[in-house]
């Protein structure tokens, strides 16, 4: 789809809010109808666009959690307690409201079921939306590309997508989903806890030699390190797909 | 974890399209200072009054776009050619 969408224009439009789930304490997932929706690949993001009343405007770009489905995007917004657009969405933006946005936009960071696997797929906080999309659009394909996610996440509280994550670790062949905790984990965690660091990544991404397609997402110094740290074990620095979304994330 | 504030090329692929008409994340750019060749999408970006392109590879300024009164101007003094994907 990417490839037909050669020239066009990207015109702001308003969506409707038509659902809203608490992730956890700090992040909500938003679903939007979106008229004219041309479609969207795993990876895409939108721009989103608030106004003030005295035309103040702020935008942010935020990643579609979900695989494409008919006029429908979810998106998952984590509230940075200082920020100008996360507050609105996450504790004002109501089902029935309106919200404006353009999209859908990227070509880098994109992944479809035709590019194939192995899939290495990790994510630090709430830079799992596009991830997530791309393992939804794998289960929903009902292909059999494997995939190796991991996660890092500052506390237990902090896991988004929980119940479909463990639902999926549990059922879906060929996926397997690796957690860490670098604050504090949950009570009774026996699991992995730290930073994705060179050893971690060593035990747990696939071997260079097995040329995964690596998607990286999350705060930039997380996908810094994790970026050079594949690329230092030997992985193509081509098949090393990054998306950076600042100090904090969300 | 540094604390690093860029972000990526990625987050200006919607001003991108408005300026190419086209995605250009995927576009390929060619740093004028080393001649690094990299995906717009995979560059540094550097947010301000503008947003500021850097080469990840030498951190030479690449491209900067500024949008001032709804006009949208992007500078490519730092890149020695870009080409969209096929």
């Known amino acids: ?250 | 974890m540094t604390d690093a504030t860029h972000v990526d090329g990625n987050a200006l692929g919607g001003l991108l399209i408005e300026v190419f008409g086209r995605e250009m994340t995927d576009a390929r750019g060619c740093c004028a200072s080393c001649g690094t060749v990299n995906p717009l999408g995979a560059m540094r970006v550097y947010r301000s009054a503008g947003d500021v392109m850097r080469c990840p590879t030498c951190g030479n300024v690449t491209i900067v776009t500024l949008v001032i009164r709804e006009r949208t101007r992007v500078h490519l003094g730092g890149v020695r050619w870009i080409e969209p994907d096929a």
């Open chain 1, 1 to 250: 789809m990417a490839r037909t969408a050669v020239l066009r224009r990207l015109s702001w439009t308003v969506a409707e809010v038509v659902d809203r789930i608490d992730e956890t304490p700090r992040v909500r997932s938003l679903t939007l109808d979106v008229p004219d929706w041309p479609g969207h690949l795993p990876g895409h993001h939108i721009d989103v666009r608030v106004t003030a009343e005295d035309g103040y405007q702020a935008g942010r770009q935020y990643s579609i959690a979900t695989p494409a489905d008919g006029s429908r995007v979810t998106i998952t917004v984590e509230r940075l307690d200082d920020g100008e657009v996360s507050p609105y969405l996450t504790e004002v933006l109501e089902v029935g409201d309106g919200i404006e946005l353009r999209g859908p936009i990227g070509g880098y960071f994109v992944w479809e079921p035709s590019r194939g696997g192995p899939l290495l797929l990790v994510a630090g906080g709430s830079g799992i939306a596009p991830i997530m999309a791309m393992l939804r659009a794998r289960l929903q394909a009902g292909i059999d590309v494997p995939i190796r996610m991991l996660l890092s996440w500052r506390s237990g509280e902090d896991v988004i997508y929980a119940d479909e994550l463990n639902a999926t670790a549990r059922d879906a062949a060929g996926i397997e989903i690796t957690h860490t905790f670098t604050r504090s984990a949950p009570d009774g965690w026996t699991g992995r806890t730290g930073r994705l660091d060179r050893h971690a990544l060593a035990e747990l991404a696939w071997a260079p030699s097995e040329r995964p397609l690596a998607y990286v997402c999350g705060p930039t110094g997380l996908v810094e390190a994790v970026a050079s740290t594949l690329v230092e074990l030997g992985h193509d620095p081509a098949r090393v797909l990054t998306e950076r979304f600042g100090p904090t994330g969300g």
